[in-house]
């Protein structure tokens, strides 16, 4: 089976990762340390370093034309470095018909809000990544309002991470990560307090994926993505709503490098949803919230 029937042969690539990482020291060595050698040894992914010129040669064979790099600051939680956002600029501007560069910014740090303006307005990065667990810390707390307001105020899409983490997986206590941020439900607080925040949860929000689907539900500001899992491990009633209720809501995410997009692609096709559902979530509810 081709992994997408959707795309006819002689169509332009058009599928798009709406969550993709650095296949490169930056993020698996540097901002990934021992947690991300952990989650490595937990489900056996292979964390060897790859270059961007293989990244997209391999995504451009399967029909994708465009993934969201993502940044990466925990560093005041984990005590790693950042992927910083200069760094994703800069491999965004090589592959500037290719990858949408997305900023992150470490709300436990003073400068975070300063930041995230610099981000947007200087290196013209298009939205933000959070990833709760990884940075410690709970996006419903007023403490973090300004931050939220300020990308709001930019008018950029915000992605925050959704449901437990592999990160620390095994070790004693999970390396102090705390998977009670992961939950979606502190997101709904945001959400609701800033109605023109377009907001991201990434990955099937294991294992409060109801929570998750309510909240898409509820909130027309809130959409979800299917990166993270492959599919034939998502729950059944989120491939359920993605087919029905939640179509124009959901979109394809892989969480490169710990997924491949091939085998995603050939095992979604599988699934057989409808044509039109499947165009939606591999490309058109993604153009749209990302503004491409
Ligand atoms: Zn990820």
Known sequence: MAPVDVLDDEDEPRIVDTHCHQPTEEFLNDAGGQMMEDAANKFGADMETDTYENLVEEYHEVGISTAVLLGWDAETNTGNPPVPNDYVAEIRDQYDDFFVG????????????????????????????????????????????????????????????????????????????????GNPMLIDDVAAEHPDLQILIAHPAFPWEKEQLAICQQKGNVYMDLSGWMPRYIDDQVLHYAKTL???????????????????????????????????????????????
């Open 246 to 292: 939640l179509q124009d809501k959901v979109m394809f995410g892989t969480d490169y490098p710990m997924i491949d997009p091939k085998p995603w692609l050939e095992q979604f096709a599988e699934l057989e949803f409808p044509e039109e559902v499947q165009r939606k979530i591999l490309w058109e509810n993604a153009e749209q919230f990302l503004d491409l």
């Open 102 to 181: 997305f900023a992150s910014v470490d709300p436990l740090k003073d400068d975070c809000a300063q930041e995230a303006e610099r981000a947007v307005k200087d290196l013209d990065l298009s939205g933000f990544k959070f990833q709760q667990i990884a940075q410690g810390f709970d996006p419903s707390d007023p403490e973090h309002d300004e931050l939220w307001t300020t990308i709001e105020d930019l008018g950029v899409p915000v992605v925050f991470h959704g449901g437990n983490s592999t990160l620390g997986a095994g070790a004693p206590g999970g390396r102090g990560l705390k998977v009670k941020h």
